[in-house]
């Protein structure tokens, strides 16, 4: 079921292969996690931006380069 789900995303999403797509996901899957985390004050901001400098170096993903450091 999860990979229909991701096959029918990424089918929608025009422009972009199945593996930026997959990179995409990962890291705002764990960026996600990160901001849980923030939000919960079990780490501090700087460490949150260093998880995501980190997150963006280990998955190189298109649309989140563009958006680092911006709230979502």
């Given amino acids: 079921m999860a990979k229909d789900v991701l096959e029918s995303a990424s089918n929608t999403v025009k422009g972009i292969s199945e593996k930026e797509f997959r990179a995409e996901l990962r890291y ?3 960026l996600a996690a990160a901001r849980r985390m923030l ?6 901001k700087k460490e949150y931006s260093e998880i995501d400098m980190f997150l ?3 998955h190189g993903p298109l649309l989140g380069t563009l958006l680092a450091g911006k709230p979502m």
């Avoid at 939000?39 to 501090?44: A, N, P, Q, Y």
């Fill in 28 to 30: 705002r899957m764990s």
């Fill in 39 to 44: 939000k919960e004050g079990l780490i501090s």
């Fill in 56 to 58: 963006l170096k280990r």
